[in-house]
């Protein structure tokens, strides 16, 4: 008989991944050094240990890379036929679900979150990405009839550290399949998929030139928005950022998409099935550390369940298991950087110190490396800091509420418009609900699903334009 039932540690296995010490920059299908000669070291956030050099690319960096996807888009990627296309993007998908272990495992290392996560959601959504924008590749025709879709040229696209590969599939593939090249540049804490994604690219032989990886700080992704020569930016981040961006392109012909933060409501009416709601909200905020744009943030609870419901989230706050990201029972892994626990400390502290009740199971925290419990505040006002702003961390704020028309007023009370959840046993009030809530994406009964076939995006400060299905090409098109 076991003595006790704690779990055994059960890690996956590190060796499937062969790491460079150094990485140069992916440009015109080569490596090369970059021109600033910076460079800069990327560490594993569970235990601060480096993983190997990054090159931190500098203007002429990226005006090389610039140039690269230019002569690709007017040498020929741009003049192939359709279903060529579409076939390199196959190509990429099937490799991605060849090596998806050594991917998961490089993604868990390199980010933090984990294995169980990044091999059950990251791999399998970014795969199903290419696959998908494949199939619409000899399709833009029929997609947008009568419009003749025409590529856009050259898109720069600049992505965040919370799902590094699935963000790089969510530009590249509407981006190809439109027949654009592309640059992209992966977040500065996490650029080690983007640099792996290259050697898939080669595998599957793809135009020198299609795509190209420049990596680097802020300093990278502002040079790649000012270049002339870039025809479209794509930008996946915080609204600070966005906005800057929004106004570096003020008056310029650069077309422009924005996917910014968010503050979701997540609402739970009374008559929901409360243990099923509980799961939705413990994965709607504490899923990738809740570094999730549309993390269920703010949850909101009819009042005459709230201390049920509060009872049994706790409760079930306590059985997660936080931890090593590369064992494969952990629930909650690290958090992405030193700058982002930071954040997250001084959020919740302001939380505590305008007078919401903080709750952590107890859990024991591993020494090295950047952590942070899952973290419940109850007695939240909707004017307290814990209630506005994005936390991007694994903690909710509860609120409550009387009425279902409070529960609107109290969900659209925030500067952001990306998505929302509803938890209800009634149809009707589902479909009330969805048409009051101001956000790109309601979930019911559900939460943090993601489909290559549904739009995504938001309202308001949470941006503007949208990835995912039919939506997600267009602004990889011109229409004459
Ligand atoms: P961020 O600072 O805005 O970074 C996003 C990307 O932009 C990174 O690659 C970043 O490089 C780069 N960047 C920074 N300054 C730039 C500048 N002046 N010009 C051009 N590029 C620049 O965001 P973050 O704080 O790392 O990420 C968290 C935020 O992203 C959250 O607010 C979250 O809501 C948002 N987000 C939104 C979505 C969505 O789909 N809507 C998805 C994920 C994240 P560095 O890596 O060097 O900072
Ligand atoms: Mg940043």
Known sequence: MPSDWTYAPAPEARDIVTLEERYGLFVGGRWVEPRSGETYTTISPATEEPIAEIAQAGKDDVDLAVGAARDA???????????????????????????????????????????????DVDLPLAAAHFFYYAGWADKLEYAFPNRRPQPVG????????????????????PALAAGNTVVLKPAET?????????????????????????????????????????????????????????????????????????KAANVIFDDAALDQAVEGIINGIYFNQGHVCCAGSRLLV?????????????????????????????????????????????????????????YQPPCRLPEKGYWFA?????????????????????????LTFRTPEEAVEKANNTAYGLSAGVWTEKGSRI???????????????TYNRFDPASPFGGYRESGFGREGGLHGLEPYLEFE
């Open 73 to 119: 888009h007017e040498n020929g990627w741009s003049a192939i036929s359709p279903s060529e296309r579409a076939k390199y993007l196959f190509r990429i998908a099937r490799i991605l679900q060849e090596r998806s272990r050594e991917f998961a495992v490089l993604e868990s290392l390199n980010g933090g979150k984990p294995i169980r996560e990044s091999r």
């Open 154 to 173: 050259v898109a720069g696209q600049i992505i965040p550290w919370n799902f590094p590969l699935l963000m790089l599939a969510w530009k590249i593939a």
């Open 190 to 262: 996490t650029p080690l998929t983007a640099l792996l994604f290259c050697d898939v690219v080669r595998q599957a032989e793809l135009p020198p030139g299609v795509v190209n990886i420049v990596t680097g700080d802020g300093r990278t992704g502002a040079e790649l928005v000012k270049h002339p020569g870039v025809d479209k930016i794509a930008f996946t981040g915080s609204t600070e950022v966005g906005k800057a961006i929004q106004r570096e392109l003020a008056g310029t012909e650069k077309r422009l998409t924005l996917e910014l933060g968010g």
């Open 302 to 358: 009819q009042e005459s369940i709230y201390e049920p419901l509060i009872g049994k989230l706790k409760r079930r706050l306590a059985t997660l298991r936080v931890g090593d990201p590369l064992d494969k029972n952990t629930d909650v892994g690290a958090i992405n950087s030193k700058a982002q626990l930071d954040r997250i400390k001084e959020l919740v502290a302001a939380g505590e110190e305008e007078g919401a009740e903080i």
């Open 374 to 398: 899952p973290t419940v505040f109850t007695n939240v006002a909707q004017s307290y800091r814990i209630a506005q702003e994005e936390i991007f961390g694994p903690v909710l704020s509860t």
């Open 431 to 445: 479909l009330w609900m969805a048409q009051r809530l101001r956000a790109g994406v309601v979930w019911a009964n």
